[in-house]
């Protein structure tokens, strides 16, 4: 069983449409990552967060703790937010945090 | 700041060949951590280091190794490779000030094929 579960797999909406992506996870962790993947490969870090909310620019994340639930928002979606958006959670072991857990991953496509 | 660099970017090997691939990190970052991304099973999370020393371990044979070296570089290899070992290889660093979990900052990978 995947610690680290998205929704939905895969994602195709309208230029300007609000997007929404869930990730549900099953340990305590003491961070939650949004990232995002363009094709090639490079990954580039959204947000880390461990509580609460953070916006930067049209993205927003948010995380409940209690629910071990967070979403990451794109609001006024625009074709260069095609990309595969993937959460992965990190514990912390003491004497540093481990490695991260990746969820599947979103695959969004917005379509002008 | 210059980001994360990895080199080589692609590499093509056949199955029994040994790889070494290698990670600088941001300047100041002392913690380095390498994944392994392939299409049936996504991302996970092979070794990290830290002051020269593996600190965490993923779920990987022994075939898999790495090490740190005083200047936080990083590299990774391995040995006697199989069909399965073709992925995207990727690392990132983290300041990792005590205390605290900080955030990972990815380099570009490396796309390793085995033939």
Redesign the interface.
């Known amino acids: 069983k995947n610690e680290v579960e998205q929704s939905p797999q895969n994602l195709t909406a309208q230029e300007g449409e609000f997007i929404t992506i869930n990730c549900s996870y099953s340990v305590g962790i003491?961070?939650l990552?949004w990232?995002q993947q363009h094709p090639?490969?490079?990954?580039?870090?959204l947000f880390?967060l461990s509580s609460g909310k953070k916006k930067h620019g049209r993205l927003i994340a948010t995380i409940n703790i209690q629910e071990k639930h967070s979403s990451l928002h794109i609001t006024a979606s625009h074709p260069r937010d095609s990309a595969v958006y993937?959460c992965?959670v990190?514990l912390?072991?003491g004497?540093?945090?481990?490695?991260?857990?990746?969820?599947?991953?979103t695959h969004l496509i917005i379509q002008p | 700041k210059a980001g994360v660099t990895q080199t080589p970017r692609y590499l093509i090997k056949t199955r029994g060949q040994q790889v070494t691939l290698s990670c600088s990190p941001i300047s100041g970052h002392r913690?380095v951590?390498w994944?392994q991304?392939t299409p049936g099973q996504?991302?996970?999370?092979?070794?990290?280091y830290?002051s020269e020393t593996q600190?965490?371990k993923?779920n990987f044979p022994g075939r898999f190794s790495g090490r740190q070296f005083s200047n936080s570089r990083s590299e990774m290899n391995v040995s006697t490779l199989e069909l399965g070992d073709s992925a995207?290889y990727?690392c990132?660093s983290?300041l990792?000030l005590a205390g605290t979990?900080?955030?990972?900052?990815?380099g570009?990978?490396t796309?390793l094929t085995v033939l």
């Open positions: 003491s961070a990552h990232l090639g490969g490079g990954i580039v870090s880390m993937i992965a990190s912390y072991s004497g540093g945090a481990d490695g991260l857990t990746f969820g599947k991953g | 913690s951590s994944y991304q996504g991302l996970q999370f092979l070794f990290e830290f600190r965490n993923g995207l990727l990132a983290s990792d979990y900080n955030e990972q900052f990815f570009p990978g796309r």
